[in-house]
């Protein structure tokens, strides 16, 4: 993948603080959520060290053709008005069905009160715009994309 223009001068100043280029690893420039105001809530929470991890449908990368994130992969979080924030390295990934998600990646996800009743309520709803979007039903086995990762850069992420 290339990197967006519009994030060029943020991961040229990421780069200048590796010593390899890391544009190899570059997997997306992307936002949180498909609405401002929760895409803008969520990566603050990334900023404030509280999100760990995020959750998405591998039909929607089924769909689109794009390949789920690996680890080591290095992706620009925005906001919802495409503002280059962060720089996270993707940990680890794992495919499970929607119903098996379980309290620790909930905690991870770090939204609202951390618990796993939260994260369903949340994302039952995204999930369901999303499986509107693509044309799919939501299914309680649909297979969720369970991403953890870490900030890379900025090291102290500036709210």
């Not at 991961?11 to 803008?40: G, I, K, Q, Y």
């Not at 499970?96 to 949340?122: H, I, K, Q, T």
Request: hydrophobic share 45%.
């Amino acid at each position: 993948m290339t990197v967006p223009d519009r994030c060029a001068t943020f991961w040229r100043a990421f780069a200048r603080t590796r010593s390899v280029d890391p544009t190899p690893r570059f997997f997306e420039a992307f936002h949180f959520d498909d609405n401002a105001s929760d895409a803008d809530a969520l990566v603050a929470l990334v900023l404030a060290g509280r999100k760990r991890a995020t959750a998405s449908l591998l039909w929607t990368y089924e769909a689109t053709g794009k390949r789920v994130p690996a680890p080591g992969d290095l992706s620009i979080v925005t906001d919802f008005a495409g503002t280059p924030l962060c720089v996270i390295e993707t940990d680890r990934v794992d495919v499970v069905p929607l119903d098996a998600v379980d309290e620790a990646f909930a905690a991870d996800e770090g939204e609202g009160n951390g618990s796993l009743a939260f994260w369903r309520r949340v994302h039952d709803a995204y999930f369901a715009r999303e499986c509107q979007r693509i044309g799919r039903a939501p299914r309680p086995d649909m297979p969720v994309v369970c991403e953890r990762f870490a900030i890379v850069f900025p090291d102290r992420p500036v709210l």
